[in-house]
């Protein structure tokens, strides 16, 4: 839904803003891979020479929320500045091709997604119609299930069964809880508690965070499958492809992954050995919202169903959101209950699941949020 009036503006970007965001956590809670002390969110604001602002996030785990930081403002900047944004595809191929030497993977790969996630505001802005119009409308309600049920001090098995049962009545059908953390026999008890506090109606999926070895997650599974659980996502390190097709042959419950890959070609790995069966990707780490798509296109062809993982700001699920209103393999987006930064800062009544789950990608252009780099 192009509007015709913009045809002949001129536009360029003249401004790359980075902006790093920390806020301090206790290590109360935690999954099997880490407690949580503090958040660093680092987001990257596009600004035109007419005034519009298109934002986006990289993903900082596991790395420095500074190497990214410069990875943006030293490599990627100079090679955004002074275009138009309406060239977003040949923009994201310039600067996907020149990483080809140096890394994909990591940083560099968090960094192209930041900037990709706003050109994507940006041209939605430009044309004053929401990204997921752009990118062609599947459904304007997008399913989601509530991820949280980690682990947490003096949290035991009938808390964490009442924080599940809690968000059934926020409206969401399904939902994702931690294992992995403490010994097996254990997360048997808290799965069970899970079980009997949702009922059997709803979706009840499990992740361990990519801590098991092969044997361990095969006995996992085996003792979780009498819950019905709909799939056991990051039972292996994500560098063990072998592994993990071995597990996912093997276990009686269906692997989703891998949320921290970075780019079509792992995940035309992961595809082809059969690794997964729910492909999962992130936007602020796998190349953005154009990677997002490729990636998407790859596992339709193989007939294999996309799930979205996002957990940390407004902004991420937002764009997140745009996107999988426009896919037709879509199985569901992660809808992080604990990790909910800058929510505030989002129009009112923004991601308010509906009957089932389902969630409407913010309205207005671009990704319908009006975040300024100077207020944050």
């Known amino acids: 839904m192009y509007r015709t009036h913009v045809k002949n503006i001129h536009l360029k970007i003249q401004r790359v803003v980075t902006k790093h965001l920390v806020f301090d956590l206790d290590d109360r809670f935690w ?7 503090k958040k660093n969110i680092v ?3 596009l600004e035109t020479d007419n005034g519009l602002l298109g ?5 900082t785990g596991g790395g420095s929320p500074h190497a990214l930081i410069k990875t943006i403002d030293d490599d990627l900047a100079p090679r955004v500045i002074g275009k138009d944004p309406r060239y977003h595809n040949r923009i994201f191929a310039d600067v996907w091709q020149t990483t080809s030497i140096s890394a994909r993977r990591g940083i560099i790969s968090a960094a192209i997604s930041a900037v990709d996630m706003a050109l994507w505001d ?3 802005k430009t044309f004053q119609t929401p990204v997921y119009q752009l990118l062609g409308v599947f459904s304007d309600q997008v399913p989601c299930y509530a991820s949280a049920g980690l682990y947490g001090k003096d949290k035991d098995q009938n808390a964490l069964a009442d924080e599940m049962r809690g968000y059934l009545n926020h409206g969401f059908s399904d939902v994702k809880m931690k294992v992995g953390g403490v010994p097996l026999d254990q997360d048997l008890e808290r799965l069970k508690a899970v079980r009997e506090a949702i009922g059997s109606a709803s979706r009840l999926m499990v ?3 990519y801590t098991l070895n092969v044997p361990q997650s095969l006995k996992m599974a085996r003792a979780f499958e009498p819950y019905d659980i709909y799939w056991l996502e990051a039972p292996v390190s994500p560098d063990d492809l072998s592994g993990q097709a071995k597990v996912n042959d093997l276990s009686p419950i269906p692997v989703c992954g891998n949320e921290t890959e970075t780019g079509v070609d792992r995940f035309r790995d992961l595809i082809t050995r059969r ?3 729910f492909v999962q990707f992130d936007i602020s780490a796998c190349g953005g919202i154009s990677e997002g798509r490729r990636i998407a296109e790859l596992a339709s062809a193989f ?3 996309c799930t979205l993982h996002a957990s940390s700001t407004g902004i991420l699920l937002a764009a997140t959101l745009h996107l999988a209103a426009s896919l037709a393999n879509l199985d569901s987006v992660e809808y992080h209950m604990f990790h909910q930064w800058l929510f505030d800062q989002c129009p009112e009544n923004s991601f308010q699941p509906e009957k089932g789950g389902l969630v409407r990608p913010p309205e207005g252009p671009g990704f319908g949020l009006e975040i300024h780099y100077k207020d944050l």
């Open 122 to 124: 940006l041209i939605g």
């Open 43 to 45: 987001l990257v604001f």
């Open 207 to 209: 992740d361990a965070n």
């Open 31 to 37: 999954n099997s891979q880490q407690r949580w002390v």
């Open 275 to 277: 690794a997964v069966e």
């Open 303 to 305: 007939h294999l169903p």
């Open 55 to 59: 934002v986006g996030e990289g993903w």
